[in-house]
């Protein structure tokens, strides 16, 4: 049994249709699979008749903001048609909008024409993200690659790094939890983090209603690994995985492609 509970389709910015990322994760022997698209569940309405075997979990990755830094949330096992997580994701879509607007005001300061129609008609379904204003980058030939885009354009700091207020971690615990859902912290590793602040940030994350912790992220070192077992084994959360995969060629995301959880936690599917 593979379970992979963090993916993303074209409704997001990930490269597949939701019928193709479902082949894929066929041929990679994944047995269950929850699609989390950043702030949409677009995808659930345009799934293939015959799911060829696979069992799909709901879900949703909510982007939110713990102090100052930007987290990701995942709700898993969702009622993707719940009133609560529509009204997540229109709140998110508005505020998503609201941040395109100001990320191609700077990138037409930079020089980058067009950038809203262009990021825009590269979007499909609710999400407009980073990823299509780099890809307009790329396409207006201001940048060779994604890698190059982000560290001119759209990464930290930089004109396209618009400081968005998301809803915040409350709310979407709340939206998560109303929709009868499991609320999951997205790869904790990637905040960077001290060990320090990541325990404190789960204690809130607990105390607002968060139950469960991605243990394994894609391919990582067995290091990580054993530091995120600690630590999920220590504040008594669920313990989930997945590849985060957005597209085939990323080997270190790829669906399916990661170590099991291992035997001393508690995986998030005992309460689907
Ligand atoms: P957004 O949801 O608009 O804030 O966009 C964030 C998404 O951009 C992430 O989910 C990643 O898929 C992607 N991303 C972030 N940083 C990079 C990077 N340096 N290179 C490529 N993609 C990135
Ligand atoms: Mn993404
Ligand atoms: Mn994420
Ligand atoms: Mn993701």
Redesign the pocket.
Known sequence: MIFDL?SHTSFSDGALQPSELMARAMERQVTTLAITD?DTVDAYRHLPQDHGGIELVAGI?F?TQWQSTGI?VLGLNIDPGSAAIQAGVRFQTNARMQRARKIAEKLEKRGIENALAGAAELASGSYIGRPHFAQHVINVGKARDMHAAFKNYLGDGKAGDVRQHWAELAQIIEWIRDANGIAVL??PL?YKLTRTRLKRLLADFIELGGEGMEVVSGQQTPQHTSGMVQVCVELGLLASCGS?FHGPGKRWAELGSFTPLPPRVTPVWERF
């Open positions: 963090h950043h990755e982007s990701h997205a790869h990637k985060d």
